[in-house]
């Protein structure tokens, strides 16, 4: 699977957008892009994933650009509540290959009152 | 309502016995993971089922040992031989091996004296 590099930490103000960047330059045309969140103490929970067009659902928005080698979480208004660590993941869409998620350290993201 | 159970939340062994962690799933999911999270770090897979009486070693397998003879269970059991087993560990399922959104269970934190 492809390496992917997310700063290790980022803040932002209660009711903005939270934008998280996420480089994965080795991308390969057959691996989406997942995103995960884990608040403090729980199990990661799923977010949003994609291929190439950008992708929204009612927690978030994924930008992927048009050569695929990064991507961008986009959390339209951050409240305290989406204070977690954010994975971003590439993952293998079919034939060979290991299906497994391999999580890294991801983004310490905290929402500030 | 469905999800991923695991049991205890907290458990406390001594050095040198083996102990068995509980995950239950009634999602009908055929695939199953076991992850472990150290402190500030990513999650990494210790074993993985993706059907009923099958599984297969993950990147951390030593010292741990799997069953899948339900559906529903893969219990993961922390052997004497695994020589750092206190940490946080994961239960995870998905509809099947090649599905990347994982429903996470809450959990079971380990510490060994």
């Known amino acids: 699977d492809a390496k992917t590099t997310q700063p290790p930490s980022m803040d932002c103000a209660e009711g903005r957008a939270a934008n998280l960047p996420c480089n994965h330059s080795t991308i390969s045309g057959n691996e989406y892009v997942y995103w995960y969140r884990q608040i403090h103490s729980q199990g990661p929970q799923y977010i949003i994933h994609g291929l190439k067009n950008n992708e929204t659902n009612e927690m978030a928005s994924l930008i992927i650009t048009e050569d695929r080698k990064s991507s961008t979480l986009i959390l339209p208004h951050a409240t305290l509540r989406d204070t977690a660590v954010y994975y971003c993941i590439v993952r293998v869409r079919e034939g060979a290959g290991s299906y497994q998620l391999t999580f890294g350290k991801g983004t310490k993201l905290s929402v500030i009152p | 309502d469905g999800g991923i159970t695991q049991s205890p939340k907290y458990l406390f062994r001594k050095e040198g016995q083996n102990v068995t962690l509980s995950c239950e799933q009634n999602l009908n999911h055929d695939a199953m993971y076991w992850y472990r999270q150290d402190p500030g770090q990513g999650l990494r897979l210790i074993y993985y089922s993706q059907i009923v009486n099958d599984f297969q070693k993950g990147d951390i397998a030593e010292g741990y040992s799997v069953s899948r003879e339900k559906k529903e269970s893969f219990p993961l059991t922390v052997t004497s031989a695994q020589k750092n087993p206190t940490a946080f560990y994961l239960c995870?399922?998905?509809?099947?091996?090649?599905?990347?959104?994982?429903?996470f269970g809450s959990g079971t934190r380990l510490t060994v004296v």
């Open positions: 995870a399922s998905s509809i099947d091996r090649t599905d990347g959104g994982y429903t």
